[in-house]
C-alpha cells in the first residue's frame, strides 16, 4: 500500500465547544494518513475528502481516544528509572518497554519518596470530539 499525504485545515473542540487545537491560517498540516494517530473513523473521513471539502466530524468517546482508563495510571519508583531528572508534572515522557517500543505517559503527580504516578491514558482519552476539517489537497 502507497503511503497517502495529505494537506488540510483543522479545529479540534471538545463536543461542549472548548478549543484543543487547530491549525494556523498559513501553516496547514500535512501528514501520512497511515502514520498520523488520528482515530481511524476520521482518517476514514479524511480519504473521503476532495479539495475545497469542508466538512465536520463528530468522534464520540468510543471511536475517537477511548474512555479514561483509572488502571491506566501507574505508581513507578522514578529514583531507580532512567533519567534522574524528574520533569514537571504535566509533562510528557516516553517510556521504553522491553520489546523496544516507545509509550507516552504524562507525569500526573509526584510524591516525597520518590515515586510518581504516570497517566499511559491517551491526553483525549475520555472526551467526545469534534474534527471541523478543510481539505487543500490529497492525491
Same mark, same amino acid.
Given at each position: 500500500?502507497?503511503?497517502?499525504?495529505?494537506?488540510?485545515?483543522?479545529?479540534?473542540?471538545?463536543?461542549?465547544?472548548?478549543?484543543?487545537?487547530?491549525?494556523?491560517?498559513?501553516?496547514?498540516?500535512?501528514?501520512?494518513?497511515?502514520?498520523?494517530?488520528? @482515530? #481511524? &473513523?476520521?482518517?476514514?473521513? *479524511?480519504?473521503?475528502?476532495?479539495? /475545497?471539502? +469542508? %466538512?465536520?466530524?463528530? !468522534?464520540?468517546?468510543?471511536?475517537?481516544?477511548?474512555?479514561?482508563?483509572?488502571?491506566?495510571?501507574?505508581?513507578?519508583?522514578?529514583?531507580?528509572?532512567?533519567?534522574?531528572?524528574? @520533569? #514537571? &508534572?504535566?509533562?510528557?515522557? *516516553?517510556?521504553?518497554?522491553?520489546? /523496544?517500543? +516507545? %509509550?507516552?505517559?504524562? !507525569?500526573?503527580?509526584?510524591?516525597?519518596?520518590?515515586?510518581?504516578?504516570?497517566?499511559?491514558?491517551?491526553?483525549?482519552?475520555?472526551?467526545?470530539?469534534?474534527?471541523?476539517?478543510?481539505?487543500?489537497?490529497?492525491?
Amino acid at each position: 500500500m502507497n503511503e497517502q499525504w495529505i494537506v488540510f485545515h483543522y479545529r479540534l473542540l471538545t463536543r461542549d465547544g472548548s478549543l484543543i487545537d487547530e491549525t494556523e491560517v498559513d501553516a496547514p498540516l500535512c501528514i501520512s494518513l497511515e502514520e498520523s494517530g488520528f @482515530p #481511524a &473513523a476520521l482518517v476514514r473521513c *479524511l480519504r473521503d475528502l476532495s479539495p /475545497g471539502d +469542508e %466538512v465536520s466530524v463528530d !468522534l464520540p468517546t468510543e471511536i475517537a481516544y477511548g474512555p479514561y482508563d483509572p488502571d491506566k495510571i501507574q505508581r513507578i519508583d522514578w529514583m531507580n528509572e532512567p533519567p534522574v531528572d524528574l @520533569p #514537571a &508534572a504535566g509533562e510528557m515522557i *516516553l517510556f521504553e518497554m522491553p520489546s /523496544g517500543e +516507545e %509509550v507516552p505517559g504524562r !507525569l500526573a503527580s509526584i510524591a516525597e519518596d520518590g515515586h510518581v504516578m504516570i497517566d499511559f491514558n491517551h491526553p483525549l482519552a475520555g472526551y467526545d470530539l469534534v474534527f471541523y476539517l478543510q481539505m487543500i489537497s490529497c492525491p
